[in-house]
């Protein structure tokens, strides 16, 4: 591994990297008080980093190579040694144990931390939701949205909207907001899913910049750039609630949807549409060969994923009492696919996992909050280039029979 | 007893200035094997994709007969979806499978056009959602155990050799309930060995009434399965006849001139 | 009329400077099929440097030429090699997976870029030196045409002459056309296949650079996110002329700087750039071949 050769090579990319960061990582200019500033201790940071990287880089590269080779994939390797985690949830016996011991976890944690600590797990659940909502058209249909965010504003805003115009209460706007957004999905679905993915990706950005654009600038509807503020938190048969219970009360009801997300996404996926939209996602001309609606099955997976999308938007605008287009930007929907992407596209688990990694981890690591966005973007390029199916891969299910048809083996 | 299920006239199809298909006729009648066969680029796959709906033919009609529904229907203008809902199915000449399902998955997919359970079914599981699951994962095991597949259900299609993967783009077809299967050079790139087991395998699926058009390169296959064979060359048809009369007619000796055309 | 021409030129150079980035989406395209979705960062990376240079150079007391042509040079070799390397990191390990594959790596390389000059260098506007100097000769219609608008004008025609002379003429030019047929026919009949991804990476990034600069400039101010916008709307010009072809990219930028500076300039500036997406979705949406592309059936 590491031979003379190898070091020399990673020393030339080191070289290269000092080379290539030097004016923008060395030097800063102020070009009013004309001043420079050299910065040269980055450019030592720069030359340990990229030597060691990228080791890390061929290393990875190599192991990922040869993997292909001997055919061995991850997918066999599954039948004998599957993942921990899959392993564990293939049992029914320690299924119950691990989910059960994670739902009291997730039962108490108001009440063992602070409304903050509260407050920060509501936001991850939210992002949970979001990604397993992604997950149905990215992970499942494999239709690449990189516009989702604009279905979470439609939610958010409809909330916001009704209550601002009508004084709508939450439970109302929650169903129309995301009926809304599921509605805003097939309409924009009918004109674009016909386009080819890479296409159809920048036309969703296209349309997720359209709709924060004119949220910005249609003030005498939405209120423009300042957006809508004073929006009442979710309401409990009228109760009146402090901002704590308010809070907690909002956990549980995140909890809730998460759970009944859960269950609904597995027992889609495990279905005839959701085979459906796994097929399509391998190779469409096949799949409409086989008698399946692409038309049809796209426009399901596309505006399911923005229902979800608008009711999390609906919780959203109660749980922060404030939106505005600023919440809604690309940067937004880079974020959750970068969820789906790490913990493994069409895995409800790794989904899971990815969310909490990557809403809860620069929430605590605060030093590390500032590198948040350089870090999701490394994400995306690491995960594809060396681990496309993310921490947990999909697994697929297999089937056992009623009947056994031993009469029948030749 | 031999009512013709699907009929083709005058068939055409341009891309841009190259005619791939040129007035062509073709028919097939219930419970026969015909083969569809011509040199490299003759246009038997760009047939087999407008037959299908993959490509919309410049000219030309294609009449598929129900016999359940006893009526002719046109199969021009319909989406591949509906064509395969009519009672044609396919296999690809590059295989293309659902390559991260499993094998039998890939199958209860052909399943998938006579089924109907829906969101609100994978939802709630209902007693008939659940009757149906069965029913597809019941029809699909099956299918597979006739194939011969059953040994590989729960492995990934992708790992499958190559020969097991052309025998499961034909379960996969069957388990579309197809009036005709389509198959397009479902013994390219097999072994002898394979080969003779595909055979058999077409036979025993023919004599369950399965009709049958298959486009193949292998004459020795073509001339032991069918019972009649078409031959196109440059998009045009050349020849039809029993294989007795097409091995010993000159135009098709010579569009074959160089190829071996005795079995 | 005055207005009229005004606008008209304000359109021609800002189409001018869609063309120098919509070139590098081009050619990508032609090349690998991807949508290089970080090639707007390499824009801005190349505004950025120039920026940098130029400040330094205005420091020691550099005459006001010899500042354009230093920082202009920087900015093509640094922005080349970001190119070049993102190539080699981010896409050239995916060249066999799906395309989606690509693209979402595409994706996370532009975030990355984007917060890494941010990080590096600030979040705030810079102010950017007006590196293009008010032409004396230009005086008597300084009032319609500017003077940057007619540098840019200017040295975008001619970097496309010389472009055009590349690609159709010299060897690498004829290979670069070769690899975009065919990858695999090029690569049998000994065509470096690698290489020549390599060299239109770098061609498209050099392009974007000088357009960096000229609008910098221009514009007068600069910051980590204006490769975003700009990028999107290059891509806009690409798709609208027919992505993979060169004088498609040339004419769909044209026809979008146009189309932009009127529908600014008669109705109304505030939704300038809901203007720009919603003619990018209706292109896609109804003619994804665009203007002089080709329309690609699928074979089966
Ligand atoms: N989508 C398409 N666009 C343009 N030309 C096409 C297309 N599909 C097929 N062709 C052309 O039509 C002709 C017939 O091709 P086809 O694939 O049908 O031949 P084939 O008989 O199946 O050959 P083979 O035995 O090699 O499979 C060829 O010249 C091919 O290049
Ligand atoms: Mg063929």
């Keep these: ?410 | 007893m031999h009512q013709p299920i699907l009929q083709v006239a005058g068939l055409t199809m341009d891309f841009g200035g190259i005619r791939a298909l040129n007035n062509l006729d073709l028919d097939v009648s219930e419970g026969e094997i015909v083969a569809l066969i011509g040199p490299n680029g003759a246009g038997k796959t760009t047939f087999f994709n407008c037959v299908t709906g993959i490509y919309k033919p410049t000219k030309g009609s294609i009449d598929l007969f129900h016999k359940k529904k006893n009526r002719q229907i046109s199969l021009l203008g319909m989406k591949p979806n509906q064509v395969t809902e009519q009672g044609l199915a396919r296999t690809f000449q590059n295989i293309r499978l659902f390559s991260q399902m499993t094998v039998l998955e890939n199958v209860m997919i052909g399943r998938h056009c006579r089924t109907k359970a829906f969101i609100l079914g994978a939802l709630l599981r209902d007693k008939k959602t659940m009757q149906e699951e069965d029913e597809i994962i019941q029809t699909s095991h099956e299918i597979l155990t006739k194939i011969g597949l059953q040994r590989y259900e729960n492995e990934i299609a992708k790992n499958l050799p190559y020969g097991a993967q052309r025998r499961l783009e034909i379960a996969r077809a069957l388990a579309t309930e197809p009036v005709l299967l389509l198959l397009d050079e479902p013994a390219a790139g097999m072994n002898p060995q394979e080969t003779i087991e595909l055979v058999n395998l077409i036979q025993e699926i023919a004599s369950e009434g399965q009709s049958i058009l298959l486009i193949e390169h292998d004459m020795k296959l073509v001339m032991s399965l069918s019972e009649r064979i078409f031959v196109m060359d440059y998009g045009k048809k050349i020849a039809q006849g029993t294989p007795e009369e097409i091995r010993n007619n000159p135009a098709v000796i010579k569009a074959y001139l160089g190829e071996e055309v005795d079995a | ?300």
């Design chain 3, 1 to 300: 009329m005055d207005y009229f021409i005004e606008l008209l030129f304000s359109g021609l150079s800002r189409g001018a400077i869609y063309a120098l980035i919509a070139l590098g989406y081009t050619m990508v395209y032609g090349i690998i099929g991807l949508i290089n979705f970080a090639h707007g960062e390499i824009y801005m990376i190349g505004a950025f440097t120039s920026f940098i240079i130029a400040t330094i150079l205005t420091i020691l007391g550099f005459p006001a030429l010899a500042i354009i042509v230093l920082a202009g040079l920087a900015a093509v070799i640094w922005s080349a090699s970001y190119g070049y390397t993102i190539e080699k990191i981010a896409y050239k390990p995916l060249r066999h997976a799906p395309r989606l594959s690509a693209l979402i790596s595409a994706i996370g390389m532009s975030m990355f870029l984007q917060n890494y000059v941010l990080l590096a260098q600030t979040s705030d506007f810079l102010p950017f030196p007006q590196l293009i100097p008010d032409f004396a000769f230009m005086e008597p219609i300084a009032h319609i045409v500017g003077s940057s608008d007619m540098v840019i004008l200017v040295v975008t025609t001619v970097v496309m002459i010389c472009l055009t002379i590349l690609i159709k003429y010299t060897r690498i030019g004829k290979a670069m056309r070769a690899t975009s047929q065919d990858r695999t026919m090029a690569m049998l009949v000994g065509i470096n296949v690698n290489r020549i991804i390599s060299v239109t990476f770098i061609i498209g990034s050099s392009l974007a650079a000088i357009g960096g600069m000229l609008v910098a400039s221009h514009i007068g101010q600069i910051n980590f996110y204006i490769g975003f916008i700009a990028g999107i709307k290059a891509f806009t010009a690409a798709v609208l002329g027919g992505i993979g072809s060169i004088p498609g990219a040339v004419l769909g930028s044209v026809v979008l700087g146009l189309t932009e500076s009127f529908a600014t300039g008669y109705i109304s500036s505030d939704y300038e750039d809901v203007f720009a997406f919603s003619l990018l979705v209706l292109i896609l949406i109804f003619k994804p071949s665009g203007i002089l592309g080709k329309v690609d059936t699928q074979k089966v």
């Design chain 1, 1 to 410: 591994m590491f031979t003379l050769q190898e070091i020399k090579r990673s020393l030339l990319v080191s070289i290269w990297f000092v080379f290539l960061t030097f004016p923008l990582m060395v030097i800063r200019v102020d070009s009013i008080e004309k001043t420079v500033q050299w910065r040269w201790m980055n450019m030592v940071y720069v030359a340990i980093g990229s030597f060691l990287l990228s080791f890390v880089f061929r290393y990875m590269l190599q192991r990922k190579e040869m993997k292909s080779d001997d055919n061995g994939d991850d997918d066999k390797k599954d039948k004998t040694g599957r993942s921990f985690i899959h392993q564990g949830l293939a049992d029914p016996r320690y299924r119950n144990i691990i989910l059960g011991s994670l739902l009291a976890v997730a039962l108490i944690f108001p009440h063992v931390f602070s409304t903050y600590q509260t407050s920060i797990m509501t936001t991850a659940l939210m992002y949970v939701v979001l990604g397993l909502g992604l997950n149905i058209v990215v992970g499942l249909a494999g239709l690449l949205d990189l516009g989702y965010v604009a279905f979470y504003a439609v939610g958010a805003y409809t909330y916001a909207l009704l209550y601002h115009f009508f004084g709508l209460g939450f439970w109302v706007a929650l169903p129309i907001g995301g009926l809304l957004a599921a509605a805003f999905g097939i309409l924009l679905g009918i004109p674009v899913l016909r386009l080819r993915g890479d296409y159809l990706a920048i036309v969703t950005l296209g349309f997720g910049e359209i709709i924060r654009l004119v949220m910005e600038n249609w003030g005498e509807f939405s209120q423009g750039p300042s957006g809508v503020s004073n929006i009442p938190r979710p309401s409990f048969l009228g109760i009146d609630m402090s901002l704590d219970t308010a809070l907690i009360y909002t956990y549980y009801l995140m909890l809730l949807f998460v759970i009944f997300t859960i269950f609904f996404v597995n027992r889609l996926q495990d279905s005839r549409l959701g085979r459906a939209w796994i097929a399509l996602r391998e190779d469409e001309i096949a799949c409409q060969a086989m008698g399946i609606d692409k038309m049809k099955t796209k426009l399901v997976a596309f505006s399911l994923g923005a229902f979800w999308a608008g009711i999390v938007g609906v919780i959203f605008a109660a749980k922060t009492t404030f939106i505005s287009p600023r919440s809604f930007t690309f940067i937004e929907s880079a974020i959750i696919l970068s969820i789906v992407v790490l913990g493994g596209m069409g895995s409800i688990i790794g989904v899971i996992i990815g969310a909490f990694i990557l809403i809860l981890l620069p929430e605590y690591l605060r030093a590390l909050s500032e590198y948040r966005m350089l870090a999701f973007g490394a994400i995306l390029v690491c995960m594809m280039v060396f681990r496309p199916q993310g921490i947990i891969g999909s697994i697929r299910r297999t089937y056992t029979y009623k009947k056994q048809t031993d009469g029948e083996v030749s």
